[in-house]
């Protein structure tokens, strides 16, 4: 390619290929080594948006590749040159919650040689991993996490503040501005840094349903398992115990599958059957997502006969408690008929919910769900990157996981933030929004619509936009009444042009 | 996922669907589209916050003016979804697609025109 | 600044139908800012009569302009050279602008696009509200700052009417009590003293009541 450009004083590139998703920094590249800015590049998705999706009409997709080809072509002509201003990266990371996910982030990152300073906002570190005695596998977390903490302590680029209320948070990617209240004493701290990992967790669902809280012996799987380590022998006692799936999962409030808590009833079952294998376990469920080889426990307690029973979401089983003589009513899924049976214990697998993050959210402007967890930039592409730039995510706070992936997602998470430290040489995408000033109204609009709070009206009465901050959402773009903000690389005749094009 | 769409679509790519204008969503139909769909992340998990809140309001806007000039609202729509929902995206393709064929070409572009419904798209590319 | 909202498409429409040639003229100034009338509704408004008129079989040419303020000789001036290819124009400016542009051109029609409703503020994004009726002699200074002219339903001058209910008026109570806002105000400030001391009555001369008014400043012209 970059011999065509050269023998051919070629000025602009049309490539009809696959996604620009993955290629476009390949092609742009080559743009480069032949000397041309790389902005003066585009692709038509022949593959995606056409031969992939209309296999079966050849003569339409053709001309639909035309078409694709010749709206690439369009815009390709129209577009400009654009210059890209260096950035300088803050050597410096902050991980925002100490628990399992954001100490193995800053451990990582640590190793990795960066300076790194784990805020935590509760007085210790560890998160709800402490609630945790073992793994399905039988592997002893207090240990883990014992060792865990003690390595991130010990470790001489990572700093840990305990206590630690995110208050403020400003720039933009390789700079930003953390501020920290920290301590009892509230002493604010200031902190320059280059990344954030946002590890800030979740917990689990205090349960409002099935009597939860009137009878002691109604409890939460994470309650069963500090029973089960500290009165292992009352347990042995149980006669029969029931355990119900998705409490505070897959309803309207939180429509998530919470996916630990059917492995979560398998190992307590397990563990209950070890205890005293003449338990009845009933362990009452909407779907099984044993997932992975997880599956292997769930044909375990099978073989070792937990009963497992299905319910209807529109036929709840009923908890009842008659004078403290607890019993269960569910609708049995083969006799199709009401079942009643004493018990010694109620579980609820209560599910996990995202941790209170709506201030940290605003402060560093990230999208969540409905249910608060945080959402990655791509599910498949860029799955431990937010969408703006220098900030990543793992562990519980992106959604429900094990601790076993809360630690390989903390791993991708810190090597994709260590990459972006490490990257010295990085410059500022040009693709952001600009305003003409001459006609500029001051309105406000950009101001007030802009979701990072880029825009600001200038000394001289008129909008400015860093470009730095700017994300090229185009939001501004699209509403200014004057129409003088254009957003590099999709200007408004850039689009235009293709869409005149096709007819 | 490769699944199979009518082959009438042409996408145009945008960075966020807060980057549509509504001026663009009038020209597609100035210059002869017979639909167009805007497609957005779900509501609340737009990657840039509300690029998606202010395309519906321009989208409901358009949809207006469609009506009042007489080619009809429903050749505009909008959808939000996310990026794990190919299959949603192929039914609304046909959805729409039908919907227009339904409706007829847009009076706009007249007899002289393609018995084609071309529908331009703003995707969500981030 | 003045407050206007873009009128209903199909009044403007309904205008337009029987011409051939078409300018819609938008203005930079207060309608920008209150998003009735800058470029973009020009644009907007443009694509809309286009879209009508293609779809009705009729080729009629929708031109797009805006100028810096409409109700400014000189920004009309620049319109000079391409008037006479239109035989009307929509003004998207306040109905100043409209006027002022129909004054210039004196022999094109132009219809007016958008609602001029009053003079006042942005409360937020798309929430207007009206501060001052430009009454010609300001008395705020009298009424803690709050002018009861602009804001008070019935114009009292001393005092509310007595309807007011929960700080809202008898009129409408979508909107807050003026006297109960003056009120608090002269409060916080430490001058419910004022109350003592009646508004005089006001010479209504300088307001609409006088006829239509001009302002003659002497120091500012040679
Ligand atoms: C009910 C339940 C049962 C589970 N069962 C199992 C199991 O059986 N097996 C298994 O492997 N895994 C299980 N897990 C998952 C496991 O707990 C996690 O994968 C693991 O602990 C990693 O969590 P984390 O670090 O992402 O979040 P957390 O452990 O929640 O840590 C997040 C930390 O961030 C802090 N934080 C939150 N907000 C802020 C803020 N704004 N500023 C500063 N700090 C903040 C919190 O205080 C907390 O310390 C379960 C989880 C739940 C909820
Ligand atoms: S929206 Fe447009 S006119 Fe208004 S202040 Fe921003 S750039 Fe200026
Ligand atoms: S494009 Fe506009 S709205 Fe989007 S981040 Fe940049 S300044 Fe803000
Ligand atoms: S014409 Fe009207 S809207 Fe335009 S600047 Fe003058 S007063 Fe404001
Ligand atoms: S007293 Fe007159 S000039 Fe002053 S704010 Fe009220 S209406 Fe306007
Ligand atoms: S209630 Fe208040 S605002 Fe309304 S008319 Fe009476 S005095 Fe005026």
């Known amino acids: 390619m970059t011999k065509v450009i050269k023998e051919h004083q070629l000025n602009r590139m049309v490539v009809a290929a696959c996604t620009p998703i993955t290629h476009e920094p390949l092609f742009r590249e080559t743009m480069i080594d032949a000397g041309l800015n790389k902005y003066l590049f585009e692709m038509a998705n022949i593959r995606n948006q056409d031969s992939w999706v209309h296999m079966k009409e050849p003569e339409k ?54 300076e790194t300073i784990v805020l935590e906002k509760d007085d210790q570190l560890g998160g709800n991993a402490r609630n945790i005695h073992h793994t399905i596998e039988g592997l002893e977390v207090a240990a883990y996490l014992d060792g865990l903490i003690e390595r991130v302590k010990s470790h001489d680029k990572i700093q840990v503040l305990t206590g630690a209320l995110v208050v ?106 070890k205890i005293n294998p003449e338990t009845e376990v009933l362990i009452l469920y909407r779907d099984m997502r044993t ?138 995408s040009g693709v952001t929004a600009h305003v003409d000033p001459e006609r500029c109204a001051a309105c406000l609009v950009c101001v007030r619509t802009c979701p990072y709070g880029v825009p600001q009206i200038n000394q001289e009465n008129v909008s400015e936009i860093n470009v730095a901050l700017c994300q090229g959402c185009g939001t501004c773009a699209s509403e200014c009444p004057a129409k003088v903000i254009q957003v590099s690389h999709f200007e408004d005749d850039q689009l235009s042009a293709k869409i005149k094009t096709l007819f | 996922m490769r699944l199979q769409y009518p082959p009438t679509v042409r996408i145009i790519e945008v960075p966020c669907t807060g980057k549509v204008d509504i001026i663009h969503l009038l020209q597609a139909f100035e210059y002869g589209a017979d639909g167009v769909i805007v497609v957005g992340c779900m509501e609340g998990d737009c990657h840039y916050q509300k690029g998606n809140l202010y395309a519906k309001t321009r989208v409901k806007r358009a949809k207006e003016i469609l009506d009042k000039v007489g080619l009809g609202g429903e050749r505009v729509a909008m959808f939000n979804l996310s990026s794990g929902m190919g299959g949603r995206f192929a039914e609304i393709i046909k959805e729409m697609t039908n919907k227009i064929l339904e409706l007829g070409p847009s009076p706009v572009r007249g007899a002289a025109a393609k018995a084609k419904a071309t529908g331009a798209a703003g995707e969500v590319t981030a | 600044m003045i407050k206007a909202k873009p009128k209903p498409l199909e009044e403007i429409i309904d205008n337009v139908k029987d011409f051939n040639k078409l300018l819609i003229a938008g203005c930079d100034g207060c309608v920008t800012v209150c998003e009735a009338g800058g470029l973009k509704e020009v644009k907007i408004l443009a694509a809309a009569l286009r879209l009508y008129f293609t779809q009705a079989g009729k080729q009629v040419q929708v031109d797009e302009a805006s100028l810096t303020r409409q109700c400014e000789k000189e920004y009309l001036a620049q319109l000079s050279d391409r008037m006479d290819g239109y035989d009307a124009a929509v003004s998207l400016a306040c109905g100043v602008g409209a006027q002022y542009l129909a004054e210039m051109y004196n022999h094109k029609i132009v219809f007016p696009g958008v609602d001029t409703c009053f003079m006042g503020v942005n409360e937020e994004r798309g929430l207007y509200s009206e501060r001052c009726q430009a009454c010609g002699r300001c008395i705020l200074a009298e009424t803690g700052g709050i002018c009861p002219i602009a804001r008070c339903s019935k114009r009292m001058l001393n005092g509310p009417c007595g309807g007011s209910d929960k700080g809202k008026c008898e009129i409408n109570p979508d909107i807050p009590c003026a006297w109960e806002l003056i009120y608090e105000r002269l409060k916080t400030l430490g001058q419910l003293d004022r109350f003592e001391r009646p508004v005089e009555p006001k010479d209504w001369s300088t307001s609409r009541d006088g006829g239509p008014r001009k302002i003659v400043r002497e120091d500012l012209r040679i």
């Open chain 1, 168 to 273: 403020g948070y400003q720039g933009y990617k390789g700079n930003f501005t953390t501020e920290v209240l920290v301590g009892p004493g509230m002493y604010e701290r200031k902190i320059d840094h280059g990344v954030t990992v946002v590890a800030t967790g979740a917990h689990e669902y205090q349960p409002k349903e099935f009597l939860y809280g009137q009878h002691h012996r109604i409890m939460t799987q994470l309650e069963l398992g500090h029973f089960l380590h500290d009165q292992a022998a009352e347990a042995a006692q149980w006669g029969r115990v029931a355990m119900i799936q998705c409490v505070g999962s897959r309803n309207e409030e939180n429509p998530n599958c919470s996916r630990i808590c059917c492995q979560g009833a398998v190992k307590y079952a397990l563990q209950l059957k």
């Open chain 1, 61 to 114: 997709a053709t001309e639909k590749a035309k078409d694709l080809v010749r709206m690439a072509v369009a815009r390709a002509s129209l577009l400009k040159p654009l210059m890209e201003k260096p950035l300088t990266v803050i050597q410096r990371a902050v991980v925002i919650g100490g628990g399992v996910a954001g100490l193995n982030a800053a451990l990582n990152l640590g190793d990795q040689g960066f």
């Open chain 1, 291 to 428: 997932y992975g080889l997880m599956e292997d426990y769930y044909m375990e307690a099978r073989n070792q006969g937990v009963l497992f029973a299905r319910f209807d979401p529109e036929r709840l089983p009923e908890v009842m408690n008659d004078n403290g003589a607890l019993s269960i009513t569910f609708i049995d899924h083969v006799l199709e008929r009401p079942v009643t049976l004493p018990l010694d214990a109620v579980i609820l697998s209560a599910g996990a919910w995202a941790n209170d993050t709506e201030e940290l959210a605003s402060l560093l402007k990230l999208p969540r769900n409905a249910s608060g967890f945080f959402i990655e930039a791509h599910a498949k592409l860029r799955p431990v990157d937010f969408a703006s730039e220098g900030i990543f995510l793992c562990g519980m706070a992106h959604s429900p996981k094990l601790i076993s992936e809360s630690i390989a997602q903390a791993q991708a998470a810190a090597s994709r933030a260590g990459a972006f430290l490490a990257d010295t040489n990085q410059t500022i």
